[in-house]
Nanobody, 120 residues
Framework: QVQLVESGGGLVQAGGSLRLSCAAS????????MGWYRQAPGKEREFVAT????????YSANSVKGRFTISGDNAKNTVSLLMNSLKPEDTAVYYC?????????????WGQGTQVTVSS
């Protein structure tokens, strides 16, 4: 099992910045990547960004490219999301995810979520 704890959410004005952090514990040796998803009220959960421990490659959704930056520390099993130029439409619960390669399959572990609210 992998446990994830997120921090850093809050209320910010449009154009402002926030940094989200997530730390993994437990079966961390099986993690091969971490990332972020978000879910706005009444909408489905959507992909935001991911980082792979293999080569530290990153990938972000088009809606956040140029504004959000994902970074991670493989040794510490932590991932951060620096969010700049925030817009009201970025308001959502942000979830950290850890991708784990286990004995018979890959599995995603999810954090409890942290609220980000951007006021106009």
């Amino acid at each position: 099992q992998v446990q994830l704890v997120e921090s850093g959410g809050g209320l910010v004005q449009a154009g402002g910045s926030l940094r989200l952090s997530c730390a993994a514990s437990g079966r961390t040796f099986s993690i091969y990547g971490m990332g972020w998803y978000r879910q706005a009220p009444g909408k489905e959960r959507e992909f935001v960004a991911t980082i792979s421990w293999s080569g530290s490659s990153t990938y972000s959704a088009n809606s956040v490219k140029g504004r959000f930056t994902i970074s991670g520390d493989n040794a510490k099993n932590t991932v951060s999301l620096l969010m700049n130029s925030l817009k009201p439409e970025d308001t959502a619960v942000y979830y950290c995810v850890a991708n784990s390669r286990e004995t018979l399959a890959v599995r995603d572990y999810w954090g409890q979520g942290t609220q980000v609210t951007v006021s106009s």
